[in-house]
């Protein structure tokens, strides 16, 4: 019977994988950035919104912790970090209210995009998404216009070597969804976004090497591209927001080809 069980289990969890195909578009597109001081400035407005809503201590605040450990990893000042969190906790003032909006448009062909964004003026932060999408062959939309082909979840990266039989019963302990292996000797472990700090806890306990966790939007469907016009141009799109500075995040649902993907960042 326990044989059973888990051989549908794994199954559900295999029929459930292609989860990061944005994902991988991410990675591979990621040459290392000229904009680190963007990085910085991303990571710190986000320990910043994680103090403010919570508690500012991070043994109590999973995402404040999460922030803070990607903004080490990202190489950013251990006073930088204080100074965001004493922000955040109202105990250092700069004069300056950060609030979270989401936005949300299409890009050439109708691909849906997703923008993340914390700003302390959103009129400025509308105009400069709208300009960005105009010259990049797409269009800011109405709220709600593409947020339905999402689900927000919770997901872990894990790193190095993985045993699937074992990586596949410490997800089942720590309530996961899903899993997916990558090509890197690396596997995404999703969940319900509320059950994300278990799952964190679970693989690290099960001896699990998790080297990121983080909130992501997984589209319901991907569109394919294959035109390398289209390829070039959302990528310049992509490209374009991102480098904004109220821009944390931005999430598509387009997939293309590696080599459709080099041809395009050439």
């Given at each position: 019977?326990?044989?059973?069980?888990?051989?549908?289990?794994?199954?559900?969890?295999?029929?459930?994988?292609?989860?990061?195909?944005?994902?991988?578009?991410?990675?591979?597109?990621?040459?290392?950035?000229?904009?680190?001081?963007?990085?910085?400035?991303?990571?710190?407005?986000?320990?910043?919104?994680?103090?403010?809503?919570?508690?500012?201590d991070p043994a109590g605040n999973f995402q404040l912790r999460t922030a803070i450990e990607k903004a080490k990893v990202a190489g950013i000042p251990n006073d930088n970090i204080e100074r965001a969190i004493a922000k955040g906790a109202g105990t250092f003032s700069d004069n300056s209210t950060l609030e979270e909006i989401r936005y949300e448009g299409y890009g050439p062909g109708g691909v849906a995009i997703l923008i993340e964004a914390l700003t302390d003026n959103r009129n400025r932060t509308a105009a400069d998404l709208r300009v960005a999408f105009s010259k990049n062959g797409g269009n800011l939309g109405e709220t709600g216009c593409v947020s339905w082909m999402f689900d927000q979840k919770g997901v872990c990266l894990v790193q190095g070597v993985v045993d699937e039989d074992q990586l596949l019963e410490a997800s089942l302990e720590g309530g996961a969804e899903s899993y997916e292996m990558t090509e890197e000797e690396t596997a995404e472990v999703f969940t319900e976004v509320a059950n994300l700090e278990i799952l964190n806890q679970t693989l690290k306990e099960q001896g699990f090497k998790v080297t990121e966790v983080e909130l992501r939007w997984i589209p319901s469907n991907n569109i394919e591209v294959t035109e390398p016009d289209q390829a070039r141009s959302l990528l310049k799109l992509i490209d374009t927001l991102e480098s904004l500075d109220d821009v944390q995040n931005v999430t598509s649902n387009f997939d293309m080809s590696e080599q459709l993907l080099a041809v395009s960042m050439a």
């Amino acid at each position: 019977m326990y044989i059973l069980v888990y051989w549908r289990v794994q199954e559900y969890f295999q029929v459930m994988a292609g989860h990061s195909k944005w994902a991988n578009i991410k990675r591979q597109k990621a040459v290392v950035d000229a904009k680190k001081g963007k990085t910085f400035t991303q990571l710190s407005r986000a320990i910043i919104v994680a103090a403010r809503n919570g508690i500012p201590d991070p043994a109590g605040n999973f995402q404040l912790r999460t922030a803070i450990e990607k903004a080490k990893v990202a190489g950013i000042p251990n006073d930088n970090i204080e100074r965001a969190i004493a922000k955040g906790a109202g105990t250092f003032s700069d004069n300056s209210t950060l609030e979270e909006i989401r936005y949300e448009g299409y890009g050439p062909g109708g691909v849906a995009i997703l923008i993340e964004a914390l700003t302390d003026n959103r009129n400025r932060t509308a105009a400069d998404l709208r300009v960005a999408f105009s010259k990049n062959g797409g269009n800011l939309g109405e709220t709600g216009c593409v947020s339905w082909m999402f689900d927000q979840k919770g997901v872990c990266l894990v790193q190095g070597v993985v045993d699937e039989d074992q990586l596949l019963e410490a997800s089942l302990e720590g309530g996961a969804e899903s899993y997916e292996m990558t090509e890197e000797e690396t596997a995404e472990v999703f969940t319900e976004v509320a059950n994300l700090e278990i799952l964190n806890q679970t693989l690290k306990e099960q001896g699990f090497k998790v080297t990121e966790v983080e909130l992501r939007w997984i589209p319901s469907n991907n569109i394919e591209v294959t035109e390398p016009d289209q390829a070039r141009s959302l990528l310049k799109l992509i490209d374009t927001l991102e480098s904004l500075d109220d821009v944390q995040n931005v999430t598509s649902n387009f997939d293309m080809s590696e080599q459709l993907l080099a041809v395009s960042m050439a």
